[in-house]
């Protein structure tokens, strides 16, 4: 019994050894690619490049060099976490080779949806817009861009050798990419609710229904329905894929439900103030969820899910 009980205690200390160390070297990593991001703005001519890029120039004209920042900032921070993670990954005795490849594959995601962002930024008020609202590109492109960062940084692009959890490398790759579609989307569509609530004006007093937090809830189960979706597509086994796709169906229900409550609600700023329509659209989506755990009809369409990323996806 003691020696059962010893060996449990060290592979469970030997296993806090190894997330501390994974979580160091996230930080490092996180830090590090800041650090040398800020030496690329401040000197670019130390990297063998000009003294002002066309890139960079581009970037302080079109007011968006923060953003362009975050987007290089993050760049520099995953081959660096790789570089980092690798040894510990080694200690792990997960797959080194199909890590870098699985790293290479979230660098190049995060490249296409910071393009995919840049040709939708002109919807977004530039930083130094007078009398507009800051920083919410910026914000967007931190919501969107943080799970890959997140699964670079926390060493779970590398994969287990198999047998050591129950799943092949294979099936850890793809539930890996389907976890990180599932909150890339999830995210970017709760933003894109906040901000569709923003520029509400249909009418202008019932922006607060559209906003928080319908806007966001709306927003979100929409990204989760798509992100769910292209989970379902990675899925090899068609029970699965069926499964996953029933899911994604019941979130897509849930945010058609909500944003018909949300614009319902928002008609009444034709007749009400906006001091009003605050509290009013504050209570309207939990309303919505209280009336759906008494009407079984409305429960069809609202049902309220967590949302899960595969297993093995960040571990």
């Known amino acids: 019994m003691s020696r059962t009980s010893d060996a449990r205690t060290g592979t469970d200390a030997a296993r806090s050894r190894v997330n501390a160390l994974r ?5 490092t990593a996180i830090a590090g690619a800041l650090a040398l991001t800020i030496a690329l703005v401040a000197a670019p001519e130390r990297f063998g490049l000009s003294s002002s890029p066309a ?3 581009r970037a302080r004209t079109t007011g968006r060099g923060m ?3 975050i987007v290089a900032w993050f760049l520099v921070a995953m081959p660096l976490a790789g570089l980092l993670q690798a040894p510990v990954a080694w200690l792990r005795r997960a797959r080194i080779g199909a890590g870098w490849v699985l790293l290479a594959a979230q660098w190049l995601i995060t490249v296409l949806l910071a393009a995919a962002a840049w040709q939708v930024e002109g919807i977004f008020p530039a930083s130094d817009s007078p009398g507009k609202t800051d920083g919410l590109f910026g914000a967007a492109l931190l919501l969107v861009l943080s799970p890959p960062l997140f699964a670079v940084c926390s060493g779970s692009v590398f994969p287990m050798v198999p047998g050591a959890d129950g799943l092949t490398v294979a099936e850890r790759i793809r539930a890996h990419l389907a976890g990180t579609a599932v909150l ?3 995210f970017g569509g709760a933003f894109a609710g906040l901000l569709c609530g923003l520029s509400f004006g249909f009418p202008d007093a019932g922006a607060p229904a559209m906003f928080l937090p319908g806007g966001l809830l709306w927003g979100f189960f929409s990204g989760t329905a798509v992100g769910t979706s292209i989970s379902a597509a990675l899925q090899r086994s068609p029970g699965s894929r069926q499964a996953t796709l029933a899911v ?7 945010a058609t439900s909500l944003l018909a409550a949300c614009l319902g609600t928002a008609q009444l700023g034709w007749f009400l103030p906006t001091g009003i329509m605050v509290p009013v659209g504050l209570v309207a989506p939990y309303l919505l969820l209280w009336l759906a755990g008494r009407d079984e009809r409305l429960a069809r369409w609202v049902e309220w899910r967590t949302v899960e ?3 093995g996806a960040f571990t």
């Not at 994604?248 to 849930?254: E, H, I, K, V």
């Open 309 to 311: 990323v595969p297993r």
């Open 248 to 254: 994604a169906a019941s979130f897509a229900r849930m």
């Open 23 to 27: 979580i160091a070297a996230g930080a």
């Open 55 to 57: 890139l960079f120039e």
């Open 184 to 186: 890339v989307c999830g």
């Open 67 to 69: 953003e362009a920042f």
